[in-house]
């Protein structure tokens, strides 16, 4: 009775247990992610990216805007004031006719189009600006983009190399305690002494704090990989190795043209360049003759019945504006206006305004020598690029030779442990040699492991200089 009651108390705590600590399983739930999900999340995420595509569409309701301007303009107007007539504090006198009136009584309607038929360019030219306008912004953006894509992918593989390194000082961990072991195995049938178990403990210590150095350089470069994608740092993620793709060799002659061919650069300033020509080419045509269309109708009555009745106003004419001088507009507008289709009558007017402030040369000035100092920075970009070029494909080299090295020092540390462990056996050295070599070995594979992803970043900035880095590319 007694045994039933406590197994019945432990199933109680058990299940309670579980109840309990069941958010915390889930909130240990390990999420796996490969580098193209990275990559999509931390583009997803990133708030001044998703600005910039804001203004790209900004930009293209802009030239939407500028492209209608081609159109002509309609404006049409009904105004009824039928009961103008009941308020006689309004009312006037005519003098010819003897009756009283109110002035605009009745009901009207009237419509007005306005088509500038000849501007010299003016609204080309401001639809040109506002494509430039948009092709900066979609550059800031591919450029945005891809700086996020090389910091991800730097993290990535930061975190893979902590990872590789954490297998390494696991497997340290359980050699040096199965070697303790041994020792102290030995020790224990007189084979052994005692400072073979003094150096086998001082080994494993080692082995500890190595492996909890780099479990900590793990989370935290796990955390600074969460942090550039914008997802919570308590998040426990997992990822995938990166798979060996093909990568295409360059030669230190053809790595500048790659790079001309690609950087965004070199186009932006050319976009910037034109953008200022269309800007200066804009304030010019804003100084020769725009001429336009004008037309209009107009038809009233006291009433909607006199109103279906009267009298149809037309006109019709042109206008001409235009700007000879700075500081003076000329305007000039002919128009010939009918009644009924029958009469008619010319109307031509001529104005000239003198210091009307529409002086444009500061701002011509302005834009000449941003164009001037555009094009020398052109010029000069051309071997700041090939600078930054030039050090990474060089790095890359390094890094590639570097690789090669310890490569070879770990295929010798590892014949180097063999040897030491052979010549102790036939009592030729110490233990010391022993422990050494298998020290040089752990800290050969971990220099190999570092080397490895540092020739795979130093790989990945060399396809960034080259313009060539992007999340659609497959890219290690």
């Known amino acids: 009775m007694i045994k039933s009651n406590v197994l019945f108390k432990l199933s109680c705590f058990f299940f309670c247990a579980c109840f309990w600590f069941q958010p915390v399983l889930y909130a240990t739930e390990t999420t796996l992610l490969s580098l193209e999900q990275c990559i999509e999340i931390a583009l997803d995420n990133n708030i001044a990216l998703d600005s ?29 004031n039928t009961a103008l007539g009941d308020s ?93 072991n041994l020792a102290r195995g030995r020790l224990e049938l007189g084979r052994g002494i005692d400072y073979e178990v003094l150096l086998e403990d001082a080994w494993l210590a080692q082995a500890e704090a190595d492996l909890q150095a780099t479990e900590f350089a793990l989370n935290q470069a796990k955390r600074d990989l969460l942090l550039a994608m914008r997802y919570s740092i308590n998040t426990d993620i997992e990822i995938l190795p990166v798979l060996p793709s093909s990568f295409h060799s360059y030669s230190a002659d053809t790595v500048m043209k790659t790079a001309r061919q690609n950087r965004l650069e070199f186009i932006r300033y050319e976009t910037e360049i034109m953008s200022y020509q269309s800007q200066l080419k804009t304030l010019e045509n804003n100084r020769k003759p725009e001429i336009d269309f004008i037309t209009s109708y107009s038809q009233q009555g006291l009433n909607f019945d006199t109103f279906r009745n009267g009298d149809i106003s037309w006109s019709a004419g042109v206008s001409i504006w235009f700007s000879p001088f700075n500081n003076s507009t000329l305007r000039g507008t002919t128009r010939r206006n009918w009644i009924n289709s029958s009469e008619f009558m010319q109307q ?9 402030g529409s002086s444009s040369l500061s ?73 050494d070599a298998r020290a040089e070995l752990i800290g050969a594979r971990i220099a190999l492991t570092r080397a490895t992803y540092s020739m795979e970043q130093s790989r990945t900035n060399l396809e960034y200089v080259l313009g060539l880095l992007d999340f659609q590319e497959q890219l290690l």
Do not use: C
């Open 52 to 80: 910039a595509k804001r203004r790209t569409q900004v930009s293209e309701e802009r030239i939407r805007q500028a492209q209608r301007r081609l159109w002509p303009t309609m404006s049409v107007t009904v105004t009824d």
């Open 88 to 180: 006689g504090a309004f009312s006037q006198y005519d003098p010819t006719t003897g009756q009283r009136f109110v002035p605009g009584e009745g009901f009207q309607t009237s419509a007005d189009l306005r088509w500038s038929m000849f501007d010299f360019g003016t609204r080309r030219s401001a639809i040109e600006l506002e494509k430039h306008s948009l092709s900066l912004v979609n550059l800031s953006a591919i450029q945005m983009r891809r700086d996020i894509v090389l910091q991800v992918i730097f993290l990535y593989l930061n975190v893979l190399e902590r990872q590789a390194e954490l297998d390494v000082r696991l497997e340290q961990r359980t050699r040096a305690l199965e070697s303790l």
């Open 348 to 356: 031509t007017s001529i104005s000239y305004s003198l210091n009307d």
């Open 363 to 435: 701002s011509e000035l302005d834009i000449r020598i941003s164009i001037r100092r555009l094009q020398q920075e052109l010029k000069s970009l051309q071997d700041v690029i090939g600078s930054e070029v030039y050090e990474a494909y060089e790095f890359y080299q390094s890094s590639l030779s570097i690789l090669n090295a310890r490569e070879k020092n770990l295929a010798a540390m590892e014949e180097n442990k063999r040897i030491q462990q052979k010549r102790y056996e036939l009592g030729l050295n110490h233990y010391k040699d022993v422990v």
